[in-house]
């Protein structure tokens, strides 16, 4: 199963000799196998952030990846249930091995945050897939958007951690939605919601017109701007661990943290946003 989650050789070992000898019950959560879902055992635990290291237990974390990975099997029967291809089915679960390489680099040891944990039940669920480049995840309408009624199909666009929005695989990955949800997994979904830190419109205006970020952006139309302001913008840029310490690892990977270091030196905080594509109705007729 590690295979379908997207880990190498190397990994693989390293997980196994990492898999504790007994079955681990430190894990916040357990796996509803009937409604694919991760539930958590009691209902009022605290859920920790990886944003804290404060809060973050080894051994807690260690379950969450092993549950989530041991259960791994039955969301791939699920889809394939559904007559999912192969390559969309192992191109979703890859988030797993993505979000367990993020946890490696932030506390240098094998574990999934319980934060990770709920995102990944979406995917468990089957309502989000990877189709190319970006994730497509099946909800309903949550904010107010003339024309349509709160409550519509949508489908929500997430970037996958660590990935650079090329214009043309990012047109390929809309095409592949459009496909996707026509013939394979029909869902008349009314319109694509991009709800994001990288919709920040201060932020935006410290690119350049060539920035890949401000093309994709340009894709939607915006329907609101969240005034809150966090650090989620450092955390997604530079890493967690940069986030909690204000310690940013030198020479810079990305033009993107050359720009970002003097407002991230300076703890200037960001906003969000939320863009909207409205899908034309005609390609369900």
């Not at 990944?120 to 309408?141: N, T």
């Not at 270091?261 to 007729?285: C, M, R």
Request: aromatic share 14%.
């Amino acid at each position: 199963m590690y295979q379908y989650a997207g880990f190498n050789a190397e990994e693989i070992v390293e997980l196994e000799r990492e898999r504790p000898a007994k079955k681990l019950n430190e894990s916040l959560f357990s796996f509803n196998n009937e409604h694919m879902q991760f539930e958590l055992i009691d209902a009022f635990a605290p859920v920790a952030s990886t944003d804290s290291v404060n809060t973050v237990d080894i051994l807690q974390n260690k379950a969450h990846f092993f549950l989530v990975i041991d259960n791994l099997p039955y969301a791939i029967r699920n889809m394939q249930t559904k007559n999912i291809p192969e390559d969309i089915i192992r191109a979703t679960f890859s988030d797993i091995s993505c979000w367990y390489r993020y946890h490696k680099r932030e506390f240098d040891y094998c574990g999934l945050s319980p934060r990770i944990v709920e995102w990944l039940s979406i995917h468990f669920e089957g309502k989000l897939y990877q189709l190319g480049l970006l994730q497509f995840e099946i909800a309903s309408l949550y904010l107010e958007v003339e024309g349509l009624l709160i409550g519509a199909p949508i489908l929500k666009v997430d970037i996958p951690e660590g990935r650079t929005l090329l214009s043309d695989l990012c047109d390929q990955s809309f095409q592949q939605a459009e496909s996707f949800f026509m013939d394979i997994l029909p869902y008349k979904f009314q319109a694509y919601i991009f709800d994001s830190w990288v919709y920040d419109q201060d932020f935006l205006q410290l690119l350049p017109e060539s920035s890949n970020i401000r093309k994709f952006v340009k894709r939607f139309s915006p329907v609101r701007q969240n005034l809150e302001k966090n650090d989620e913008i450092y955390q997604r840029i530079f890493g967690g661990r940069a986030a909690r310490t204000g310690i940013v690892d030198r020479p810079f990977r990305t033009s993107l943290q050359k720009t970002m270091y003097p407002f991230f030196k300076e703890n200037i905080l960001f906003g969000s946003g939320v863009g909207i594509i409205l899908n034309d109705p005609q390609n369900y007729s």
